[in-house]
């Protein structure tokens, strides 16, 4: 079973305004984090924000939010007012703490988004 | 600049052949990791090294081989290349006794193989 499940190839949204990357994830282990990448066409990944599964508070970083749902085991990433250099690739990410001993992550296939202006 | 180097940045080379891809981690970091990123198979954990040992291997073939030396650089050995193995390969490191664990990714080192 894929432990991170990205189901929109690509999306599109208009400049400034807010755009929704649905993840998915599947996990038995009690203790998780999840991650946000971003890869531009330049090719480099550029972290953009963490949530861990003990964390009470949805996490925020600027213009990014993280909308996390433990039960439904989604941890959708929020893009406010958007900007034509957010046009990229986008991953999720998760560390399992237990189940590997190791701190690698597993990433989704990713989601390319285009911001129109 | 996530302060991880990665040599080279690009290198075309042909099948049968063999290739060293280098890493250095942020200054600090103990950990390094390896990641293949191809059209199909996506991003894919290869394997990670601690203070030069190794601590977790992914989906890493036999003709793949990966260490860490004493200054903390590590080399990713590709051998007997195949048309397929062409991609994009991270290096990526990590803090010690980060909470997050979040890992910083080199610019990549892109191979052809022809």
């Known amino acids: 079973a894929q432990k991170i499940t990205q189901t929109q190839p690509g999306m599109f949204v208009q400049e400034k305004e807010a755009v929704t990357l649905d993840c998915t994830y599947d996990t038995s282990d009690p203790s998780y984090g999840l991650f946000w990448y971003k890869q531009p066409s330049s090719g480099e990944m550029i972290f953009l924000i963490y949530q861990g599964s003990y964390d009470q508070q949805n996490a925020t970083e600027g213009r990014y939010s993280l909308n996390f749902q433990k039960a439904r085991k989604s941890a959708n990433l929020v893009i406010s007012a958007s900007q034509l250099g957010d046009s990229a690739m986008y991953f999720c990410?998760?560390?399992?703490?237990?189940?590997?001993?190791?701190?690698?992550?597993?990433f989704g296939t990713g989601t390319r988004l285009t911001v129109i202006p | 600049d996530s302060g991880v180097t990665q040599t080279p940045k690009h290198l075309i080379t042909a099948t049968g052949q063999r290739v060293t891809l280098r890493c250095s981690p942020r200054s600090g970091d103990l950990s390094v990791y390896w990641y293949q990123q191809s059209l199909d198979q996506g991003l894919q954990f290869l394997i990670q090294y601690y203070n030069g040992e190794e601590r977790a291997k992914g989906n890493i073939l036999e003709r793949f081989s990966a260490q860490q030396f004493p200054d903390l650089h590590s080399e990713l050995n590709l051998s007997s290349l195949e048309l397929g193995d062409s991609a994009l390969y991270f290096c990526?490191?990590?803090?010690?006794?980060?909470?997050?664990?979040?890992?910083?990714f080199g610019e990549g080192s892109r191979l052809t193989v022809l």
């Open positions: 990410a998760m560390r399992e703490d237990f189940q590997t001993g190791a701190n690698n992550l597993f």
């Open positions: 990526a490191s990590t803090p010690p006794h980060s909470r997050t664990g979040e890992l910083f």
